[in-house]
């Protein structure tokens, strides 16, 4: 079966870096995404990896391993409104999204 | 603003009945999934559409389904509701060949 793994919480603090992890394991690989859904709304896109390596967006990076079925997502000088559900979604040879269960961050002052 | 619109937003209703639930995808769009998102969980994928026509499906039951109209908008239809259908329904589009799914505000269903 096709699976994606991410943590359910994560707790950091305002001003530092946290980084979320997510492992898959999917018939065929097209590529991950990361999307940000904060409580009650729509996901929105945060970045997207098919290669190996790290992607850079301002305060977000995303990294991918396809041999290793992993990825982070990173986030640096944390804000209170980056607490929000982080969900990791891979594309499979059907080109369809797989996506996990999402990982709830939880920033502190 | 992603561009895409749904309604309702809130919808509640009793157990046995059936609602129809709307979405109209960005312009130009013409690619329309379905998502269930029950309380603390992930999205689930319920369908997708194609300019028209059924691509793929996901883990949508019997007594769900959909279609996508001419000009592109898309109705899912939920019948003989129970109280486990009671979700945040997403509704997205995309661009062919384009990765990112822009995703509509929600239509939240509680069945009593």
């Known amino acids: 079966g096709q699976n994606i793994d991410q943590p359910t919480e994560m707790t950091a603090t305002e001003g530092a870096i946290v980084q979320i992890n997510c492992t898959y394991q999917?018939?065929?690989?097209?590529?991950l995404f990361w999307y940000q859904q904060h409580a009650g709304e729509a996901p929105t896109f945060l970045s997207y990896?098919?290669l190996d390596g790290l992607e850079e967006k301002g305060r977000f990076s995303s990294f991918l391993s396809r041999s290793k079925g992993y990825s982070y997502l990173l986030l640096k000088e944390l804000q209170m409104k980056d607490s929000a559900s982080y969900l990791c979604?891979?594309?499979?040879?059907?080109?369809?999204?797989?996506w996990g269960a999402g990982t709830k961050l939880i920033i502190k002052p | 603003d992603s561009g895409v619109t749904q309604t309702p937003k809130h919808l509640i209703t009793a157990t046995g009945q059936r609602v129809t639930l709307r979405c109209s995808p960005r312009?130009?769009?013409?690619?329309v999934y379905w998502y269930q998102q029950s309380l603390d969980q992930g999205l689930q994928f319920l369908i997708q559409?194609?300019?028209?026509?059924?691509?793929a499906k996901g883990n949508i039951l019997e007594r769900f389904s959909a279609q996508q109209f001419p000009d592109l908008h898309s109705e899912l239809n939920l019948s003989s509701l129970e109280l486990g259908d009671s979700a945040l329904y997403f509704c997205?589009?995309?661009?062919?060949?384009?990765?990112?799914?822009?995703f509509g505000p929600g239509t939240r269903l509680t069945v009593l």
């Open positions: 999917t018939s065929g690989f097209n590529g």
């Open positions: 559409y194609y300019n028209g026509e059924e691509r």
């Open positions: 997205a589009s995309s661009v062919e060949g384009v990765n990112e799914q822009f």
């Open positions: 979604a891979v594309r499979d040879s059907n080109y369809q999204l797989i």
């Open positions: 990896n098919v």
């Open positions: 312009s130009g769009d013409l690619s």
